[in-house]
């Protein structure tokens, strides 16, 4: 690569619920090409004049369809890394984004699988580039945004019980929280029509029979809540 060029990419942290237990993944996928072939890393694509997007956001949408090959629930751009070190090939940056799956996503093949995302945090599985960085960035916008949004309801299952939006909300904050508040959370959306009541309902091996509820979510976005979620100082 020429020293006066720059070699910008678009990633994708890709994050599932998984079921037993709840914890959330991050899809990888296992790069073909030097650098670092062979290793798994984000799904992402190179963006330069000779590439068909016309913007960042097309570039992830090629991403997501020709790497990850999934298709979220969500998804937002949280920033852009660059520096002269990051890639061995000189000077790059990244855009990233934060793309939310359903939990009944799966992937096929050997070139894709998700893996535990706190074991990518803690670097127990280690990323080229700065892809452990990106990771940990995206974690933390999905926390700041749960404290004040309806976003961790993205990653569950067309329907859905009290208990399970609890852990996905405790997945994404990495802590627990107040059953209370979270019920009090879920029938404001159900006045609002964010949420709606299925008339059904779950019966667990162990334990009361458990009311499904449906994410109705509008526009594509998350609902903001006017209080956040975590005690003061939390």
């Given at each position: 690569?020429?020293?006066?060029?720059?070699?910008?990419?678009?990633d994708?942290?890709?994050l599932?619920?998984a079921?037993e237990?709840?914890?959330?993944?991050?899809?990888l996928?296992?790069r073909?090409r030097?650098?670092?072939a062979?290793q798994?890393?984000?799904?992402?694509v190179?963006?330069?004049?000779?590439?068909?997007?016309?913007?960042?956001?097309g570039?992830a949408?090629?991403?997501?369809r020709e790497?990850a090959?999934v298709?979220p629930?969500?998804m937002?751009q949280?920033?852009?890394?660059?520096?002269?070190?990051?890639?061995p090939r000189g000077w790059s940056l990244?855009t990233y984004y934060?793309a939310?799956?359903?939990?009944?996503?799966?992937?096929?093949?050997?070139q894709?699988a998700f893996?535990?995302?706190g074991?990518?945090?803690?670097?127990?599985?280690?990323?080229?580039f700065?892809?452990?960085?990106?990771?940990?960035?995206?974690r933390?916008?999905l926390?700041a945004?749960t404290?004040y949004?309806?976003?961790?309801?993205?990653?569950?299952?067309?329907k859905?019980t009290v208990?399970?939006?609890?852990?996905?909300?405790?997945?994404?904050l990495?802590?627990?929280?107040?059953?209370?508040s979270l019920?009090k959370?879920?029938?404001?959306?159900?006045e609002l029509?964010?949420v709606?009541?299925?008339g059904e309902?779950n019966?667990p091996?162990l334990?009361?029979?458990?009311q499904?509820?449906?994410y109705t979510?509008?526009?594509?976005?998350?609902f903001t809540?006017?209080?956040n979620l975590l005690?003061e100082?939390?």
């Amino acid at each position: 690569m020429s020293t006066s060029e720059v070699l910008a990419s678009v990633d994708i942290v890709a994050l599932r619920m998984a079921a037993e237990p709840q914890q959330l993944q991050v899809l990888l996928h296992r790069r073909q090409r030097e650098p670092h072939a062979g290793q798994w890393a984000l799904p992402g694509v190179i963006v330069n004049g000779r590439t068909p997007d016309i913007s960042l956001e097309g570039a992830a949408e090629r991403a997501l369809r020709e790497k990850a090959r999934v298709v979220p629930c969500y998804m937002e751009q949280v920033g852009t890394e660059g520096n002269a070190f990051r890639d061995p090939r000189g000077w790059s940056l990244s855009t990233y984004y934060l793309a939310l799956l359903g939990p009944e996503q799966h992937v096929a093949g050997d070139q894709l699988a998700f893996f535990d995302l706190g074991s990518v945090l803690a670097r127990k599985v280690l990323l080229p580039f700065d892809h452990n960085l990106l990771v940990e960035r995206a974690r933390e916008r999905l926390a700041a945004k749960t404290v004040y949004s309806s976003l961790p309801l993205s990653l569950l299952a067309e329907k859905f019980t009290v208990l399970d939006a609890l852990g996905a909300v405790q997945a994404c904050l990495g802590q627990a929280v107040n059953n209370t508040s979270l019920r009090k959370r879920l029938e404001r959306l159900r006045e609002l029509g964010w949420v709606k009541d299925t008339g059904e309902k779950n019966q667990p091996r162990l334990g009361r029979p458990q009311q499904l509820y449906r994410y109705t979510p509008q526009a594509e976005r998350a609902f903001t809540f006017d209080r956040n979620l975590l005690p003061e100082g939390a």
